[in-house]
Structures are given as structure tokens and as C-alpha cells.
């Protein structure tokens, strides 16, 4: 059987679990992290209908993130669609 990560309290803990042999670790227990690096510097102000908000937060809350990064996900995932976003 494969084990799951143990929560670790400490960067020591954390630091003698990495150092353990990790072959039978349960991979499909991570998920994918996507880290904000870029500046976010400009800002928009938009109206929707309130069923759209309200489905955006459903979606974002069962995503475990912010409804405006949610939706700043969707606008570069559309982006992305169409070839690179300028950045």
C-alpha cells in the first residue's frame, strides 16, 4: 500500500522527510500549484449578473482558490487558447 504525506509542522520535519526514501509515496495525492509571480498592477471593474458571480465563486470555491483567481485563470486559460498573452 502506498503511504501519504504526514503532516509536517516544521521545516526540520520537512527537511527529515525528504530526506527518507520516497519510491512508495501515493502520488496521486498532490495537486498541481501554479505560483503568482507576475506584479499585478492594473485592475478592471465589471458588471455581471449575479447567478454568473455566484457560479464563478461555486467554481472557485470547489477549485480551493479566490473567485478573482479564478477568473483571472479562465481569462489566460482562453488566452492561452489563442496563442501566447503578451506579457
Known amino acids: ?19 527518507e526514501d520516497l519510491s512508495d509515496l501515493d502520488f496521486t495525492q498532490f495537486k498541481p500549484v501554479r505560483f503568482e ?12 449578473p449575479k447567478a454568473l458571480l455566484d457560479a464563478v465563486k461555486r467554481q472557485s470555491a470547489a477549485r480551493g482558490i479566490p473567485y478573482t483567481r479564478f ?17
Open 1 to 19: 500500500m502506498k503511504r501519504k504525506v504526514p503532516r509536517l509542522k516544521t521545516d526540520a520535519a520537512a527537511s527529515a522527510f525528504l530526506a
Open 37 to 48: 509571480i507576475q506584479k499585478k498592477n492594473a485592475q478592471i471593474n465589471m458588471r455581471v
Open 71 to 87: 477568473i483571472r485563470d479562465v481569462l489566460e486559460t482562453a488566452l492561452a487558447k489563442r496563442g501566447k498573452p503578451d506579457a
